[in-house]
Structure formats: C-alpha cells, structure tokens
T-cell receptor, first 115, second 109 residues
Framework: GAVVSQHPSRVICKSGTSVKIECRSL??????MFWYRQFPKQSLMLMAT?????????EQGVEKDKFLINHASLTLSTLTVTSAHPEDSSFYIC???????????FGPGTRLTVT | GQNIDQPTEMTATEGAIVQINCTYQ??????LFWYQQHAGEAPTFLSY??LDGLEEKGRFSSFLSRSKGYSYLLLKELQMKDSASYLC??????????WGAGTKLIIKP
C-alpha cells in the first residue's frame, strides 16, 4: 500500500514554456502533499506544502507565481513550472501524507530539463 | 532554529558494519525517520523511531535517544547495493519533516 505516482518521469522543454507535473496517491487519501526539488549531489529542498482544497504554503525563496501548485482532490496534486528557464532543470519529487500519519510516501520523481 | 546534522560522506567495506549518526534540534519532536535514496531515484522509507532504543529490521537497525537529540542508522553485512545516500528527518511539533542534508555512503569491495 501507500503508493505515489508521478507523471511524467522525464520531460525536456524549451526555455519560456510551462511544464505540468502530476502527483497521485494511488491507494490512500493524501490530505497533505509536498513538493521537493533536488539538484545534483544535493539534498532534498522542500518547495511547498499543500493541503487538499487550500492554497499551498511556499518555503522562503520559492516563487509562488512561478511554481503553481494545485491540490484539488485527495489523490492529486499538480506542480506547474511556468516560463521555465535552464536553471529550473532539476529533479522534482512529490510526497504525500495521509491524515493522522507522520510518514511521507514519495513519488518516483520527475527529471526536468529545460533547454 | 531547527537543525539536523549528519556526516556528508562515509566509506565502508563490503561485508562490514557502518553506523551513520544524526543529531537534531527541533521545536517539539514527534519521531525520526531514516530514508535511503539511490542516485536519480526518490527516497524510500527505512525506519521510524519515536521511543528511545534500538529497532532492528533485518540488516538495518535504527537507534534513538530523545534526551540526547541523537539517532543512528546501523547497517550490517554491507552489500554493494547499499551504496546510496541516507537521509535523516525529524518530525517537529507541527508534524513537518525537518530534513538533514543526507550522508552519502560509499561501499568498496
């Protein structure tokens, strides 16, 4: 149980375009979802926390207008990278947590390359 | 402030034992997780400790001392596939995970 999927697993886009990444909890209801970014050889960096039906809470330094997060249902959250630039190239990982649970279940990640 | 400290990198020999330490300072404490992350992959759950003591799970064990703000992950009978980063994360009073920077473990034959 507790499976989280992410789509796409890899995406290449041109600078200036937008990319949407989906995160789904397949067998549980995720009241909270988290979006992380990880640059090569660095640790996870939390970007934002989203609770179903409410606005996401962004970490300091993360532009909310650039990284749009929607958590419209208990099984789906999306991250849209708007007007992507090469410096946005990174490994984006989502995780999901059920109500009353401490553990975060991670998706497999999305490798974004902006050319 | 909240802080998690763990060594940046460790090297060990195949078949040996290695202990990865983690110290934490958080506002409130609701347990500590260890995750394993292979390069290019997402983290996977290894253990969760909320009470003091040692919990053993096969070749991996995790220890917690709440009074010392200290935990360690013990890996026995090391295999080459254990080469990965090991992430320590403490749960604070708001039930958020506070992440360490990760320890890269290199296993040599």
């Amino acid at each position: 149980g507790a499976v989280v999927s992410q789509h796409p697993s890899r995406v290449i886009c041109k600078s200036g375009t937008s990319v949407k990444i989906e995160c789904r909890s397949l067998d549980f209801q995720a009241t909270t979802m988290f979006w992380y970014r990880q640059f090569p050889k660095q640790s996870l960096m939390l970007m934002a926390t989203s609770n179903e039906g409410s606005k996401a809470t962004y970490e300091q330094g993360v532009e909310k207008d650039k990284f749009l997060i929607n958590h419209a249902s208990l099984t789906l959250s999306t991250l849209t990278v708007t007007s992507a630039h090469p410096e946005d190239s990174s490994f984006y990982i989502c995780s999901a947590r059920a109500s009353g649970d401490y553990e975060q279940y991670f998706g497999p990640g999305t490798r974004l390359t902006v050319t | 402030g909240q802080n998690i400290d763990q060594p940046t990198e460790m090297t060990a020999t195949e078949g040996a034992i290695v202990q990865i330490n983690c110290t934490y300072q958080t506002s409130g404490f609701n347990g500590l997780f260890w995750y394993q992350q292979h390069a290019g992959e997402a983290p996977t759950f290894l253990s969760y400790n909320v009470l003091d003591g040692l919990e053993e799970k096969g070749r991996f064990s995790s220890f917690l001392s709440r009074s010392k703000g200290y935990s360690y992950l013990l890996l026995k009978e090391l295999q080459m596939k254990d080469s990965a980063s090991y992430l320590c994360a403490a749960v604070d009073s708001n039930y958020q995970l506070i992440w360490g920077a990760g320890t890269k473990l290199i296993i040599k034959p």
